[in-house]
């Protein structure tokens, strides 16, 4: 059974930043990307951004390029996500997954919360 564990949320002013963390844990599985996400209660889950396994590509949504990185660790078996000059509105649960074959998201962790204050 694969797991994936998010880290690092917490609270942090406007303008600050934080570096989410997401572990996978348990039995090798082919990864083919790791995406992050985001959910406010009550709306959908978001796309933040994702990146690639084997070439570490990335991809943003609008609402974040520009002020977030995703990084791979292949060592740790690790992906990371930097947020800088962070707004209230990107207070959220974030969410890491994983698309092992290109075709979805199959893995998600339980969610990390980030509250960004004003």
């Known amino acids: 059974q694969v797991q994936l564990v998010e880290s690092g949320g917490g609270l942090v002013q406007a303008g600050g930043s934080l570096r989410l963390s997401c572990a996978a844990s348990?039995?090798?599985?082919?990864?083919?990307?790791m995406g992050w996400f985001r959910q406010v209660p009550g709306k959908e889950r978001e796309f933040v951004g994702r990146?690639?396994?084997?070439?570490?590509?990335?991809y943003y949504a609008d609402s974040v390029k520009g002020r977030c990185t995703i990084s791979r660790d292949n060592a740790k078996n690790t992906v990371y996500l930097q947020m800088n000059s962070l707004k209230p509105e990107d207070t959220a649960v974030y969410y890491c997954a994983a698309d092992p074959t290109g075709y979805g998201y199959e893995v998600w962790g339980q969610g990390t919360q980030v509250t960004v204050s004003s």
């Open positions: 348990g039995r090798t599985f082919s990864r083919y990307a």
């Open positions: 990146i690639t396994w084997s070439d570490g590509s990335t």
